[in-house]
C-alpha cells in the first residue's frame, strides 16, 4: 500500500472558530488515508491511496490493479457510505466538519459519465418543450456537478427540497 500527497504543499493553516484549533488540509488528508488504509487491511483489499487538495477540499482516491478485489467497494452507495465515515473519522480527531471526497477505483469518474447522461436526458425534454425538469435526490457533491454540467450546457438549475430529498431542477435561461 502507498500514500502519495499531490498539491498540499501550499496549503495555509485556517483556525475553526468552534474549536480555535489550528487544522490543516494536509492533516485532514493524512487523518482520512490512515483510516482507509486501515480499512482496506482489515477487510485484505489492495488499494493504492493519492491525495490532493483543490479548492479547499481534500480528495482521497484509492486504486488498484485492473483485476483487483477493490471494486467491491467502488458501488456509488458503497463510497458514499465510506466517505461519511471518513468524514466521521476526521472530525473526530478534528474536532471540526470535513468535506473530503473520496474516490475508490474511478467510481467518481462513473458516478459523473451517469449525471452527465441524466443531465443529457432532462435538456432534451426541455428541448422538446417542458418548463422545467427534475432530477432524481442526490448528495451535495453530485448536485454541485449537475449545476457544473447544466450551466456548461446553457441552461440554470437550483436546489429544491430538504435533506435526503433534496434535488436539482433544470430550466431554460
Not at 475553526?16 to 487491511?41: F, K, N, Q, R
Amino acid at each position: 500500500m502507498s500514500i502519495e500527497t499531490e498539491g498540499s504543499a501550499d496549503i495555509e493553516p485556517t483556525v475553526t472558530d468552534e474549536h480555535s484549533d489550528v487544522t490543516t488540509l494536509d492533516d485532514e488528508g493524512d487523518i482520512a488515508a490512515d483510516y482507509i488504509e486501515e480499512l482496506l487491511d482489515i477487510t485484505d483489499l489492495d488499494g493504492d491511496i493519492d491525495i490532493d487538495t483543490r479548492d479547499g477540499r481534500v480528495y482521497i482516491s484509492v486504486n488498484s490493479e485492473q483485476n483487483s478485489n477493490l471494486r467491491v467497494l467502488s458501488k456509488t452507495d458503497t463510497v458514499q457510505a465510506l466517505q461519511e465515515l471518513t468524514r466521521i473519522a476526521v472530525q473526530t480527531k478534528t474536532g471540526r466538519f470535513s468535506r473530503l471526497i473520496l474516490d475508490v477505483g474511478g467510481s467518481r469518474e462513473a458516478r459523473q459519465a451517469e449525471l452527465t447522461v441524466l443531465v443529457d436526458r432532462a435538456i432534451d425534454k426541455l428541448e422538446e418543450g417542458a418548463a422545467s425538469a427534475a432530477l432524481p435526490p442526490m448528495s451535495s457533491y453530485e448536485r454541485k456537478l449537475v449545476h457544473d454540467i447544466v450551466a456548461e450546457r446553457g441552461f440554470v438549475s437550483e436546489s429544491n427540497g430538504e435533506g435526503r430529498e433534496r434535488h436539482t431542477v433544470i430550466t431554460r435561461s
